[in-house]
């Protein structure tokens, strides 16, 4: 599944753009699937039959696009002005590199660099405005001939497995469920379930509502990168899970309250198979359920998850047994979910 992840986070595919990553899955996902299909925002909708003919509709979530930038166009000297997509920290931009375009044309995002930076410039958050990329256009009818306005661009900060069973690559969020979901796939299914492949989350969730319409699930099961924030200059309150502390389990964020049954359900797989697991200390971010949960008559939605560091950044790190456990829970989640009652909902 290692190979399968950095496969996915080599690949392009910002909010909108997400093209070249939706054309390697479908390739992954067709020998598997007894059905597979794309709507017209781009979504992937895979359905597998499994050894049980009845039970709930059951969907896996995963989103498959990235935070990114798009560019807005040139100014006379050739170098590209641009706009972040999703919740790109404008922070970690200056410096990186990045590719522009589906031709992959490369560049390395500018700012104006003041030495010796004053106490306010060092404080102060740079501005899309105060950026440029350059892809060495020398000017604005080269970069026009290179690039349109448009075209989104990816971070290229490369991909590396390190420490004591680390990884960073960009686009972990949500490549990782991505490959749980194809690896899941490749296998025999204890029950029939759809696997969703979502475009634009990081815009709110905006495949998630076309998508989850069409198929109708009565659960769902999101899988996601969250945000750890579990650096040692913040404090144990502010600090939202720990890398490598296992699968997390959340009980609520920013855009949902997770199915309390569906909730116990996940813990208690993990404690009887001694999966390592962790909740979200802190109620932040969102996912897919924003979308899924609400749609038609409601769904019954939980979600795991897989602590990232640096999250929509170039550079997320993460740890591979938590994306392995990740993807064990979700397995077991599958072999119970044919008996789940979807009649009485979290209450």
Do not use: W
């Not at 004053?118 to 290179?146: C, H, W, Y």
């Not at 720990?242 to 993990?270: M, Q």
């Amino acid at each position: 599944m290692t190979d399968t992840l950095k496969t996915l986070c080599y690949l392009s595919g910002v909010s909108g753009a997400e093209d070249e990553t939706r054309d390697y899955i479908l390739e992954r996902a067709m020998p598997e699937a007894d059905e597979i299909s794309t709507d017209a925002l781009g979504n992937v909708s895979v359905y597998k039959h499994g050894e049980k003919s009845k039970g709930p509709h059951i969907m896996l979530c995963a989103h498959m696009d990235e935070v990114g930038l798009i560019i807005t166009g040139a100014d006379d000297g050739g170098f590209l002005r641009f706009e972040t997509t999703g919740g790109t920290d404008r922070r970690v931009l200056p410096g990186k590199r990045v590719y522009v375009g589906p031709d992959r044309i490369p560049g390395v995002i500018c700012m104006e660099i003041k030495r010796p930076a004053d106490k306010d410039e060092r404080k102060k958050m740079p501005q899309t405005d105060d950026m440029f990329i350059d892809v060495g256009a020398d000017k604005k009818s080269r970069a026009e001939e290179l690039i349109n306005p448009g075209c989104a661009a990816v971070f290229d900060d490369g991909i590396v497995e390190f420490g004591d069973g680390f990884i960073k690559a960009k686009a972990l969020d949500d490549r990782i469920g991505c490959a749980i979901m194809l690896k899941l796939l490749e296998e025999d299914l204890p029950c029939g379930c759809r696997f969703i492949f979502t475009v634009q989350e990081e815009l709110g969730a905006r495949g998630a509502k076309t998508a989850a319409f069409t198929a109708a699930p009565e659960i769902a099961l999101i899988l996601e990168g969250t945000s750890a924030n579990d650096f040692p200059n913040i404090g144990k309150a502010e600090q939202i899970c720990g890398v490598g502390g296992g699968v997390v389990i959340p009980f609520a964020d920013k855009s949902a309250v997770y199915d309390k049954g569906l909730y116990d359900l996940l813990t208690e797989l993990a404690d009887k198979n001694n999966i390592k697991r962790q909740t979200k200390r802190k109620v932040t971010g969102g996912t897919d359920a924003a979308a899924v949960i609400h749609s038609r008559a409601g769904v019954r939605t939980a979600a795991v998850s897989v602590a990232i560091r640096n999250i929509h950044s170039p550079a997320c790190v993460a740890k591979i047994s938590d994306i392995e456990d990740a993807f064990l829970l979700t397995r077991l989640f599958l072999e119970t979910a044919g008996e789940i009652d979807t009649g009485e909902g979290q209450r």
